[in-house]
């Protein structure tokens, strides 16, 4: 089966957060690293990647820390 892949804007409107935020939580090491293709135009996230990403934050309750609730 072929990985699927989300792009930034995907993630961020899932997670309801903005893409600066987003990429400063790759640069802190908070969210895992994007892959970079042609010719690195385009940033992807591995989907199966996100999905175990997501399923420790709820574990940890970290992911949930970070959200606004009444936003």
Request: net charge negative.
């Amino acid at each position: 089966m072929k990985d699927a892949y989300l792009n930034i804007s995907e993630i961020a409107h899932s997670l309801k957060i903005d893409h600066k935020t987003l990429m400063q939580w790759v640069h802190d090491g908070k969210f895992p690293p994007p892959k970079k293709i042609i010719n690195d135009r385009f940033t992807i996230w591995s989907y199966a990647v996100i999905e175990n990403w997501i399923a420790q934050q709820k574990e940890n309750q970290e992911w949930f820390d970070e959200i606004d609730p009444d936003s």
